[in-house]
């Protein structure tokens, strides 16, 4: 395949406002939204050299547990070995193509439903009917691939790139500056999936930003966290943060305006009471406080579709205590509608794109993460493409 030089893309003229200082700094070009090209680029240069986000360890507490995932095209299943050990495999079957397993559950193996070929939970070959007249047909030689994983703070994270750095050690300054939310012990509930015809970059910009809550969220966010008392600090990796003081400070003994959950973090001073938004680049979109904790599960499908599932994780005690399920409910509720005033945005940020008159833009000082975020994707598509 011969490489695309990124001037046949984005000029650098196109990107040298995104370039500035954040003082001087603009938007990325429409391009780098609407471009079927650059879309190509992301999967070749980010999608497929990044870690992504695929799941929580929470989802497969027990040995056998699995849940499946369509990532990139690929069909992968994440499952809990007998061995207690995490491993993403791919549920693709080594004979004929099929899918091995669907959905999610409890298994001892994957019979395909095919020709009945059968795999171990490590991904081994231990049944294939019929096939001693293959010549030099090996059951060892014929496996389920895996695909490199890591646990990051309870969630588990994958790499079509077996080169690539490990993710911990990049996000340990992250681990560190939210390490008093205990986010590995929460428990996830899916609470919506939404279908989100725009570019999964419009999402990821609005995720981390709360200067639209002045208009967008005037009646939800706003009251509680006003868009001028939030702040980002520096990175130190491939992320972005974004703290959100709440307007008034919460009563003792609680620290989320929005219910009456459990406290389950070890929050102390200004942590108290504020909600955070983080994203661990590409888009792995997630935002803790001390009794709860929402993850955005971004699965890109082309340059102007994605999908998203939203989820909603608790302490466990939130979860078996009926006490609680009113809380959970109306937090579940609010994130809905929340997420609903968002997709207006983004649906109308995209017209906008996809519009002649459009120019890159200036950013706010209140738009920080979003100038991180660039930079970090300017120089990731300007690397060589993979030998």
């Not at 070009?29 to 680029?41: C, G, K």
């Not at 600090?233 to 003081?245: A, H, I, K, T, V």
């Amino acid at each position: 395949m011969t490489e695309r030089h990124p001037r046949a893309i984005l000029a650098p003229e196109q990107l040298a406002g995104t370039r500035q200082p954040l003082e001087r700094a603009t938007t990325l070009p429409s391009e780098a939204f609407t471009s079927p090209l650059v879309y190509e680029r992301e999967i070749e240069h980010i999608f497929l050299r990044e870690w992504l986000c695929a799941g929580r360890i929470d989802q497969i507490p027990n040995p056998g547990d699995y849940v499946t995932l369509d990532l990139l095209g690929d069909k992968l299943v994440i499952v809990r070995g007998t061995d207690g050990q995490i491993r993403v495999l791919s549920r693709v079957c080594r004979h004929r193509a099929a899918e091995v397993v669907n959905g999610s559950g409890n298994a001892r193996s994957f019979r395909c439903p095919y020709h009945a070929w059968t795999y171990r939970l490590d991904g081994s070959l231990v049944g294939a009917p019929y096939m001693e007249d293959a010549e030099g047909f090996d059951r060892k030689t014929c496996h389920l691939p895996e695909l490199r994983s890591e646990i990051w703070e309870g969630w588990i994270f994958v790499n079509f790139d077996a080169n690539a750095a490990p993710v911990g050690p990049r996000l340990a300054p992250l681990s560190n500056a939210l390490a008093n939310y205990r986010m590995s012990e929460m428990i996830a509930v899916e609470t919506a999936t939404f279908d989100s015809p725009f570019n999964w970059k419009v999402l990821a910009d609005n995720f981390m930003e709360a200067y639209h809550h002045i208009a967008i969220h005037r009646d939800t966010f706003e009251p509680i966290y006003p868009a001028a008392l939030s702040h980002s600090p520096d990175n130190e990796g491939p992320y972005s943060l974004l703290f959100m003081p709440p307007k008034e400070a919460p009563l003792p003994g609680t620290d989320n305006p929005l219910g009456n959950l459990p406290h389950h973090g070890s929050l102390v001073g200004d942590e108290i009471g504020r909600l955070v938004a983080a994203s661990v680049f590409p888009f792995h979109l997630f935002a803790p406080s001390g009794d709860s904790l929402a993850w955005y599960q971004i699965l890109p499908q082309t340059f102007d579709r994605f999908t998203l599932r939203i989820f909603t994780c608790f302490p466990r005690e939130a979860l078996d205590n009926a006490e609680f399920e009113d809380s959970v409910r109306m937090l579940q509720e609010f994130i809905k509608v929340v997420h609903h005033q968002d997709i207006h945005a983004c649906k109308t940020v995209w017209a906008g794109l996809n519009s002649r008159s459009f120019e890159p833009g200036r950013l706010s000082g209140l738009e920080k993460p979003i100038w991180q975020f660039n930079q970090w994707w300017m120089e990731r598509m300007a690397q060589p493409a993979a030998q």
